[in-house]
């Protein structure tokens, strides 16, 4: 069973970079495509970046692209999600999520996925 779990959360100033990761404790997720979301306090969760099994599709949304980089290292059954330029308005819960069928065009659609990590707060002063 894959069983997701975030970690390298935390507060940092505005400009700065935080890694966030997404580590599979069952070691199964080799064959997921993974995503990336978050949730801001009073606010819908939103997608932000996603990666397939393979690591050759990766989607970002239109808020982070350019300053967000998804990555994966399969042999550490690891996502990283490595974040520059952040911004207050980054401030949120993110949560990574495991899909066996998402893909370029679904990756944004969260009913995709199948597996939810707990989520890791991330909060960006200004």
């Known amino acids: 069973q894959v069983q997701l779990v975030e970690s390298g959360g935390g507060l940092v100033q505005a400009g700065g970079s935080l890694r966030v990761s997404c580590a599979d404790s069952g070691r199964r997720f080799r064959g997921y495509a993974i995503g990336w979301f978050r949730q801001a306090p009073g606010k819908q969760r939103e997608f932000v970046a996603a990666?397939?099994?393979?690591?050759?599709?990766?989607r970002y949304a239109d808020s982070v692209k350019g300053r967000f980089t998804i990555a994966r290292d399969r042999a550490k059954n690891t996502v990283y999600l490595q974040m520059n330029s952040l911004k207050p308005e980054d401030t949120a819960n993110y949560s990574c999520?495991?899909?066996?069928?998402?893909?370029?065009?679904?990756?944004?659609?969260?009913?995709?996925?199948?597996?939810w990590g707990q989520g890791i707060q991330v909060s960006v002063s200004s």
């Open positions: 990666i397939n099994y393979s690591g050759t599709s990766i």
């Open positions: 999520a495991a899909s066996q069928r998402a893909y370029y065009y679904t990756f944004f659609d969260m009913s995709e996925y199948s597996y």
